[in-house]
């Protein structure tokens, strides 16, 4: 499937289709998954690269109190438009380390402390359209696939709604896949 602004529309379109009610149920269903996924296989794993959901992604903030309440160490992304880079810091409080930044995404304050990486990472990464080899399509700037590139040992796990899931995608070679990807599907 080849990638243009109007296959992105599409997904973007069955995303705001999705009633809140699905949104939110299909959304706590990934966080029970991917909690299970990572007790059972990085339980050793204290650093969680995390994203602040839009109003149209899953919402991984349930998942991120449990992880929390296990003093695990949540770093969140601040977005540089200048040269499309991410710059993370750690966040205590879901609530009120956040302020409106970016794209009208929340950021955490760039006053907490900064992520540097030194021990084994997960990422949660968002995207608009995945496939079933780990091919991921963001929105078109390549935050993320600039910081995987200078981040490459980092485990990369997407969580999207299963209409978000294809079989094939055309990517670039610039693209950084996915080590996992996640559905509320059952499968």
């Known amino acids: 499937m080849e990638i243009n602004q109007s296959l992105r529309d599409d997904f973007k379109n069955y995303r705001k289709s999705l009633s809140p009610k699905d949104k939110r149920d299909f959304s706590n269903k990934l966080c029970l998954k991917l909690y299970s996924f990572i007790?059972?296989?990085?339980?050793?794993?204290?650093n969680f690269l995390c994203y602040y959901p839009l109003e149209y992604e899953v919402d991984l903030r349930p998942l991120y109190a449990g992880l929390l309440s296990e003093n695990k160490y949540l770093y969140f992304p601040v977005s540089n438009p200048a040269d499309c880079s991410l710059s993370f810091y750690r966040v205590t409080d879901l609530k009120s380390d956040f302020s409106r930044?970016?794209?009208?995404?929340?950021?955490?304050?760039d006053t907490l402390p900064k992520f540097s990486f030194d021990k084994k990472t997960i990422c949660f990464t968002p995207g608009l359209i995945f496939?079933?080899?780990?091919?991921?399509?963001g929105y078109g700037k390549g935050y993320y696939d600039r910081f995987f590139a200078q981040n490459m040992d980092l485990i990369k796990i997407a969580a999207c709604f299963e209409g978000q899931l294809v079989d094939a995608l055309e990517t670039s070679s610039y693209d950084v896949p996915m080590d996992y990807i996640f559905t509320n599907n059952d499968l």
């Open 39 to 46: 007790r059972n296989n990085y339980e050793d794993v204290d």
């Open 131 to 137: 496939d079933n080899s780990g091919k991921r399509v």
């Open 101 to 109: 930044g970016n794209f009208g995404v929340m950021e955490p304050f």
